[in-house]
């Protein structure tokens, strides 16, 4: 019988094993032991890019051991919390949209669950932390931001992903900037970003990599 149980993250393989001792041991003899295998719970995690896919069933798994085909007897869904990180372009042509980045980032705040951590980087031409990783429940810093720049968003992405991760925990990026700059060519390793772009009505705005889910935020 195997039952699989799917998350956000790829924690290692379980496999439970019951063990019976036989016979008896004597100094003469070495100890014999014979084991037999119940139930076999895999954990593993399913994507499409960078988001996880849910509303999977025990029809959508193939198991096999040594090429033989095993019954999926059960699944079920593991919601993981997040460790959201909220990366805010600063630079001089984002300066008219801070306040509504503010306000946006509040109320991001306030859809996490009591588990959920949250932190804000904000870059120009380098990158700093406004709040660092804390309960929802806490209050944001959201002044601390660095000295008028250039824009790089590839060094915030990165920096973003410069810390020691837990696979309990799921990991989601969410960039606030009007884009106007290269992005990095390949998506960070075992996290979802956001990419939510800043304009005004009517304006044109930059592209996006293919990577990354594109919110518009328009004024």
Request: net charge negative; with cysteine; aromatic share 6%.
């Amino acid at each position: 019988m195997i039952r699989v149980r799917f998350g956000f993250i790829v924690p290692a393989m379980i496999v439970c094993v019951s063990a019976l001792v036989s016979g008896r041991q004597t100094p003469a003899q070495r100890p014999r032991f014979t084991s037999g295998v119940d139930i076999v719970t895999m954990e593993v995690a399913v994507h499409q890019g960078n988001l996880a896919v849910a509303g999977l069933t025990a029809d959508d798994f193939l198991v096999t051991d040594n090429g033989v085909a095993q019954k999926v007897d059960s699944v079920s869904g593991q919601s993981l919390p997040i460790d959201l990180t909220l990366v805010i372009d600063a630079s001089g042509s984002t300066e008219s949209f801070m306040d509504q980045i503010k306000i946006d980032a509040r109320e991001v705040t306030g859809m996490l669950r009591a588990d959920d951590r949250l932190r804000v980087l904000a870059f120009t031409t380098v990158v700093a932390q406004m709040s660092p990783f804390q309960s929802p429940s806490e209050p944001l810093d959201l002044d601390r931001t660095p000295p008028l720049g250039l824009t790089s968003i590839y060094d915030a992405v990165a920096a973003s992903m410069m810390r020691t991760r837990t696979p309990d925990r799921h990991e989601l990026i969410v960039v606030f900037t009007d884009g106007y700059t290269p992005w990095p060519s390949e998506p960070p390793p075992s996290a979802a970003v956001i990419a939510a772009i800043l304009g005004r009505n009517g304006h044109t705005l930059p592209p996006t990599p293919q990577w990354a889910r594109r919110i518009e935020c328009r004024t």
